[in-house]
Nanobody, 123 residues
Framework: QLQLVDSGGGLVQAGGSLRLSCTAT????????MGWFRQAPGKEREFVAH????????TYADSVKGRFTISRDDAKKTVSLQLNNLRPEDTADYYC????????????????WGQGTQVTVSS
């Protein structure tokens, strides 16, 4: 069993930055690929980024590539998402999740979720 707690959201102006964190408790955290998803009001939850177990491989949605960076610190059991050059369309609730299936792009292949942290970007 894995528990995830998201933090770091807030209100920022367009062009600004935020750093989201996800802290895990439970055994075998390091064995999981970890992802970040986001959900805007009235929209489906969408993939943002993923980092593989071991941290050597990262994957990003095209909409955030070059602006967001995912990282992990297995000693601290944390995964972070650095958000730079934020845009109003990045406004959403952001969730970290632990992947238990094979498709890193699909939210259905993630079994453990944080509670979410809200990011609001003003224009």
């Amino acid at each position: 069993q894995l528990q995830l707690v998201d933090s770091g959201g807030g209100l920022v102006q367009a062009g600004g930055s935020l750093r989201l964190s996800c802290t895990a408790t439970g055994r075998s955290y390091a064995n999981y690929g970890m992802g970040w998803f986001r959900q805007a009001p009235g929209k489906e939850r969408e993939f943002v980024a993923h980092i593989a177990s071991g941290g050597r491989t990262t994957t990003y949605a095209d909409s955030v590539k070059g602006r967001f960076t995912i990282s992990r610190d297995d000693a601290k059991k944390t995964v972070s998402l650095q958000l730079n050059n934020l845009r109003p369309e990045d406004t959403a609730d952001y969730y970290c999740a632990a992947r238990t299936g094979s498709n890193l792009w699909s939210r259905r292949d993630y079994s453990y979720w944080g509670q979410g942290t809200q990011v609001t970007v003003s224009s």
